[in-house]
């Protein structure tokens, strides 16, 4: 797959490392090069797009490249916490739904949210045997399934968690998940018991 990455900051390094070792072309485009580094980061992602910019750039980014991101699988990374682990986008729309607006002939799938950059220089990130779960949101099935394949692609098991729509609940959860890592120290994951109970 073609992928570009728009940011040069660590989500930008450590997928576009990842995806490089499954034998994907991956092309970085950073801010800092100015619209020609991001456009074309943009062109280059035929196949996807990954947005790895923080939040307050996101839209804006993403406004001034909607016609080159016109029909492509457009990756949303990003999370809009604020001061105090606080969702900057409570009562919506959600990150994701402002990014599809941006940019409304595009196909937006909300994923990689949930974890620190650091989870994603693991190769692969397993934990306890069991594979790192990453939930996707959507609602085109050819770019769903372009990141599915992405996401198995890290060694990791792609999760159905809804329509765009549903972005906002995903959102949400990096929010209470980076308040009880960062902020007060707690094995977030010890919140949700196994399925078989």
Known sequence: MRIGILGSGGMADALGTQWRRA????FTGGRSGGDGG???AARFGTDAVLLALPYDAVVDVVVGLADTLAGRTVIDCTNPVGPGFTLRTAGGPSAA??????APAAHVVKAFNLCHVDVWRLT???????????PLCGDDE???SAVRHLVRDLGC???NAGGLTEAGLVEATAAL???LWVGEGADAQAIA???AF
């Open 142 to 144: 050819d770019a769903l």
């Open 38 to 40: 991001l456009r074309e």
């Open 193 to 195: 018991p196994p399925l």
């Open 177 to 179: 998940l980076i308040r």
């Open 97 to 102: 739904e402002r990014i599809a607006a941006a």
């Open 157 to 159: 098991e792609p999760l």
């Open 23 to 26: 034998g994907h072309a991956v």
């Open 124 to 134: 692969p990130p397993v934990f306890g045997g069991r594979p790192l779960a990453v």
